[in-house]
């Protein structure tokens, strides 16, 4: 489904897959396992977990995988002990959130040193608290943003 818009894709997904996580709910409601075994705990696991596992389908900029997310922070995770020392909890939080924007808009092609001064040009003059259209036309996947900051 790459290359196809969100609208597109969230179509896409109504009429391909939906129907197939359908029939997968129904087979796994219709078998019968012994709860307390392996299996039984999967079947149960699964079933607990059908709300997170159709979000994807609610919005087509979402993605059955996170191994893209799951990937960018491998190196956060590995050089997290770089960062123990961090002088302050907010100190930590501040980083946390700078190394997502980074990272974020590494995962959307853009240059980061051209991103953040795009961010620290616009933002303060955008009342986003009030107009939240207005921080999505910020974001890394916005055309604008992607036709300014592009690599």
């Known amino acids: ?6 609208e597109e894709k969230y179509a ?9 996580l359908g029939a997968f709910w129904c087979w ?11 299996l039984g705990k999967a079947v149960t696991y699964a079933k607990n977990q059908k709300q997170f ?7 087509g900029r979402c993605s059955l995988s996170n191994n893209i997310a799951e990937n960018s922070i ?17 100190g930590a939080s501040a980083s946390a959130a700078v190394y ?5 808009a590494k995962a959307n092609g853009l240059n980061v040193y051209t991103y953040l001064n795009y961010l620290f040009l616009y933002m303060p003059n955008t009342d986003h608290r ?16 992607q036709a300014e900051c592009k690599k």
Request: net charge negative.
């Open 1 to 6: 489904m790459s290359g196809l818009t969100p």
């Open 12 to 20: 896409k997904r109504l009429e391909l897959e939906r129907p197939v």
């Open 28 to 38: 796994l409601n219709s078998i019968h396992v012994l709860q307390s075994s392996a």
């Open 53 to 59: 596992m159709e979000n994807y389908l609610l919005d």
């Open 74 to 90: 491998r190196p956060f995770t590995l050089g997290r002990k770089n960062w123990l020392f961090a002088d302050t909890p907010k």
């Open 100 to 104: 997502s924007i980074v990272e974020t």
């Open 130 to 145: 009030n107009d939240p259209e207005a921080l999505e036309e910020l974001m890394p996947w916005s055309p604008l943003v």
